[in-house]
């Protein structure tokens, strides 16, 4: 029987969490011929991030970042230079992204997310189509937090 992840509700081995699902999603980029893509990485590294806010430690301030740079490069606002430019002034800016003793922790009230990294999983084990999914994943991702959480 599996447990659940308490952020994002995937299914997880009892003795696991959710970063072994991470950990395998990225080996299966090196898997994809001639790489998965720098947009697609992204979208894969940063929707790992806003569904697990605290695992990864991140500060609001990383997360709003984070969730920004997401919604952006979806409707093409931002290219990946521009997210990579932006990453770099917001940690010299604040000279940190994750969380110290004391800082407030990012929790979201979704206790359903629409897609997971184990859905981007299986789907890979179907077809090969990683740009796609994980896409897909970071666009049910900003759909459910701006239905709670209206960007700003």
Same mark, same amino acid.
């Given at each position: ?23 395998? /999603? /990225? ?5 994809? @011929?001639?790489? @998965? ?6 979208? %894969? +590294? %940063? ?23 997401? +919604?952006? +490069?979806?409707?093409? &606002? ?10 770099? +002034? ?5 000279? &940190?992204?994750? &969380? &110290? ?10 206790? %359903?997310? @629409? ?13 090969? %189509? ?14 459910? /937090? ?7």
């Amino acid at each position: 029987m599996s447990s659940r992840c308490a952020e994002c509700g995937a299914p997880v081995s009892p003795s696991g969490s959710c970063r072994e699902h991470l950990e395998t /999603l /990225l080996a299966l980029e090196w898997q994809i @011929p001639g790489g @998965p893509g720098e947009l697609a990485h992204f979208y %894969a +590294a %940063a929707t790992y991030g806003l569904q697990h806010p605290r695992a990864m430690n991140y500060t609001i301030d990383a997360v709003t970042g984070l969730r920004r740079a997401v +919604a952006d +490069a979806l409707t093409s &606002r931002a290219s990946i230079g521009e997210l990579r430019r932006r990453a770099r +002034a917001g940690a010299k800016r604040t000279g &940190r992204m994750t &969380r &110290r003793d004391g800082d407030e922790e990012v929790e979201w009230q979704i206790t %359903a997310w @629409p897609m997971t990294i184990v859905d981007v999983l299986q789907a890979m084990a179907e077809r090969d %189509a990683y740009a796609q999914y994980v896409s897909q994943w970071a666009c049910s991702v900003i759909g459910a /937090l701006d239905a709670l959480y209206p960007a700003a």
